[in-house]
């Protein structure tokens, strides 16, 4: 059985257990609490040098790292992933800008604000870092005001990637207000066959 070693309020790793769950893909859970630094066990930094999750380990033995490749392997050969090479690119596309542009302004401001409860100690530099998730947000705006989804208008790993933290954007003092095309892709998502939310396990 697969093993994913996760931190059950990371976004990153809720998109691998969102896919493992509608796929019907068995896995054990391995909780790390970030909080308690258990995630710089000797143990665990064996299985990777940075310690970070999520962290899948395969029936192999072998462990397979970052969230987006972790949903790449997954969804080969699925509905999740596009069998046209194009409409696969637009997807890895997706997954670059959602690690690159939109999770490092989200992720932070959420970490900071409702996982440490430090929102006066952070709050210059999260209006900083408002101002690059809200740049990043109005991209994905634009393309839904005519897409369904994001490649080819089906449900794919690149909605899931990007879903994970803009769903909890408000934990981040995000307001989506201002977003109406996002707001009903959000609901698109959580409609999908054997949604769970980011604290199910």
């Known amino acids: ?27 054990e859970r391995i909780e790390l609490d970030f909080t308690k630094q258990e995630h710089r066990h000797p143990e665990f930094l064996h299985k990777n040098l940075q310690g970070k999750v999520p962290v899948l ?4 033995g072998d462990f397979l790292l970052e969230s987006n490749a972790i949903m ?11 069998d046209d090479h194009l409409e696969q690119s637009k997807v890895m596309q997706w997954l670059f800008f ?12 959420r970490f900071w ?3 440490l409860n430090k929102a006066d100690e952070f709050s210059e530099i999260i209006i900083e870092k408002q101002k690059s998730g809200y740049a990043a ?12 989804f994001f490649v080819g208008n089906q449900y794919t790993i690149a909605d899931i990637g990007l879903f994970a933290y803009v769903h909890v954007a408000d934990e981040g003092g995000y307001s989506l207000t ?3 095309g996002i707001q009903l892709w959000l609901e698109r998502v959580k409609n999908q066959p054997h949604y769970i939310d980011i604290t199910q396990v």
């Open 57 to 60: 380990e395969l029936e192999t």
């Open 178 to 180: 201002e977003f109406p």
């Open 72 to 82: 790449f392997y997954l969804s080969k050969g699925t509905q999740f992933l596009p």
């Open 1 to 27: 059985m697969l093993r994913l070693y996760e931190f059950l309020l990371s976004a990153n790793c809720y998109k691998a257990r969102l896919l493992m769950t509608q796929l019907a893909i068995p896995f």
């Open 98 to 109: 959602e690690q690159y542009s939109l999770m490092p302004y989200l992720a932070s401001c």
């Open 137 to 148: 947000l109005a991209v994905m705006e634009q393309h839904l005001q005519s897409h369904s």
């Open 113 to 115: 604000m409702t996982i």
